[in-house]
């Protein structure tokens, strides 16, 4: 039996009150208040939940993932899996599964939706309704993941309804996935039983989708970040409303998770246990976690921070043990296994060669926003040498290659544009969702030496100049790395540098960014490996348009 003395943050009905709490058996067995809060003293209260969260993204495993996030009080992950499963299938789940159990964290995994996410793709598995039936009796899955077919939905698609059943009759919570959808469509998609939105871009968007009966995330992930543009809802719709990252590289998770989001949103004028309900209670209520809120009975899962002002989190307990402390973690350095899934060979520069259109035609492009995951299309005069179309870096139109990594298959060749490359190339075998290697740069050969340096080790991300290269290995699915989460951490801090100060990258965060360039569930327009994809459509175009 254990006791804490604290001024404990009820966040339930917005009280503070100075008091003890005792433990046993990893639960809080009873709380007794002492008297009014005292200043000088710390503050307890439930840990913090990211909403929803891609771990794969971090490029760590899950217990390295835990490891970094204690430290910031995050006790437990909305987790969708749904990155190693389109690799590896139900095996990948099951590998997330197994690998989060060897750590003290709660992780709530989905069971994933749309694997492959659609047919317009190649991906390395296929996750069918009965893989979902049986992914529904482990504990550790709490949810149908993200529903990002959400044409499928609007269509009544048989296997798309029958998962929406099937999730029904467990009583699961079912995750959205719908950006821009808006009017009707989205009345539509909310009728079928989706209860969440972590894509919504606009204000008004999620305002529309909160009057349908949807609970919006607000996403502030590394590459997506939607939290300035809908925080204001906060505060009249905090109790419909979570915090999430989406997809957090280890950089970023090093620096701070959640804890973050709360600081901000606090000097945003936003009543603190409005805050701090949207980043404990909803998310624990909502896909019925298995995470202690600081009440009598509850398993023993919370935070002491120095104030609620400055957020400093000083100490994380879950199931009572104390698992980070004064910025350090706690829970064991633990290697995970390597799994993967990837069989290509080695790209040559005559492999990507674009032939010159007919005169007249104009090249269609896919142009980055900064910040965002949607992209637009631009036409543009193609820059041609030797019958060739080319690079045009002075413009900022650079080639990019989406290769498949699952069987041997040429690779498929489009533009982009706002990557702002001077010199070589980056390249990545994280690319949702089917993580087939994806690669921006400035000429062929730099272009393919990326690529080959991915192909060497089986997955990660690299980049390459005139003068120098560099490697991140990803071996666990071609999407993680079994090492020290810290280190990681430390490479990928140097190789995103590396894309930035050496080939003159102007995004914030380049890797992140080039790996939605093949994410097609989001318009407007994207590459797979089968060729240049218009979201809004939901079909291919050709790489050339001709002039009216």
């Known amino acids: 039996m254990i006791t804490y003395t604290a001024n404990l943050v009820n966040v339930f009905d917005g009280t503070i009150e100075f008091g003890e709490i005792t433990i046993e058996n990893r639960r809080i067995q009873q709380i007794k208040y002492i008297g009014v809060e005292r200043m000088g003293e710390k503050y307890m209260l439930p840990g913090l939940i990211d909403a929803h969260i891609h771990v794969e993204s971090s490029m760590l495993t899950p217990a390295q993932f835990a490891r970094l996030a204690v430290v910031h009080g995050t006790v437990g992950t909305v987790s ?25 964290f709660k992780f709530c995994f989905g069971a994933p939706s749309c694997v492959p996410a ?3 793709e190649t991906a390395g598995a296929n996750v069918t309704v009965e893989d979902i039936a049986r992914l529904f009796t482990y504990k550790e899955v709490g949810y149908l993941a993200e529903m990002m077919n959400f044409p499928g939905v609007l269509n009544e698609d048989p296997a798309v309804m029958q998962k929406l059943a099937l999730a029904k009759a467990f009583n699961k919570p079912i995750d959205g996935h719908a950006p821009g959808l808006r009017g009707a469509a989205a009345k539509k998609y909310v009728e079928a039983g989706i209860e969440t939105d972590h894509e919504c871009f606009t204000k008004g968007e999620a305002l529309e989708k909160l009057k349908l009966g949807m609970k919006i995330l607000i996403r502030e992930g590394s590459a997506a970040k ?33 804890n973050q989001l709360i600081k901000r949103a606090m000097t945003k004028g936003i009543d603190k246990f409005k805050v701090l309900r949207m980043a404990t209670i909803n998310p624990v209520l909502h896909y019925r976690m298995n995470v202690g809120l600081l009440r009598e009975g509850d398993w023993a899962d919370f935070i002491i921070v120095d104030n ?32 993967n899934n990837f069989n290509c060979q080695p790209l040559n520069p005559q492999d990507i060669v674009v032939v010159a259109p007919h005169k ?11 910040g965002q995951l949607i992209t637009k299309e631009i036409l543009v005069e193609p820059k041609i040498v030797e019958a060739k179309v080319v690079s045009d870096i002075e413009n900022d139109i650079l080639k990019i290659v989406v290769y ?11 533009f982009i544009n706002n990557f702002g490359l001077k010199e070589g190339a980056i390249a990545s075998s994280v690319a949702h969702d089917s993580h087939n290697i994806i690669a921006v740069g400035i000429d062929d050969e730099s272009i393919c ?21 560099g490697v991140l290995a990803l071996p666990v699915a071609g999407l993680m790395s079994n090492e020290d989460g810290y280190k990681i951490a430390e490479s990928y801090t140097m190789i995103d540098k590396f894309a930035k100060e050496q080939l003159g990258s102007t995004l914030v965060s380049p890797f992140m960014s080039l790996s939605f360039m093949a994410l097609l569930v989001i318009p407007s327009l994207k590459l797979s490996d089968l060729g240049l994809f218009d979201g809004n459509t939901f079909s291919f175009v050709d790489l050339f348009r001709g002039q009216e």
């Open 449 to 469: 030496e990326a690529v080959n340096l991915i192909v060497r080790e089986k997955g990660g991300v690299s980049a390459v100049s005139n003068l120098k290269k």
């Open 404 to 414: 498949n990594r699952y069987s041997e298959a040429k690779p498929v060749v489009a």
């Open 80 to 104: 969708d899996p749904h990155e190693i499963a389109n690799v590896l299938g139900v095996e990948g789940v099951k590998y997330m599964i197994e690998d989060g159990r060897k750590v003290p």
């Open 226 to 258: 939607n939290f300035e543009e809908l925080i204001p809802l906060a505060d009249t719709y905090y109790s419909e409303m979570m915090f999430c990252s989406d997809d957090k590289h280890p950089d970023n998770l090093v620096e701070g998770h959640i």
């Open 118 to 120: 659609t047919n317009f």
């Open 308 to 339: 609620l002002e400055n957020f400093e989190v000083l100490e994380t307990y879950i199931d009572g043990e104390k698992v980070a402390e004064n910025g350090t973690s706690l829970i064991e350095n633990l290697k995970s296994e390597v799994v």
């Open 360 to 370: 007249g035609n104009l090249l269609r492009v896919i142009q980055t926003i900064d």
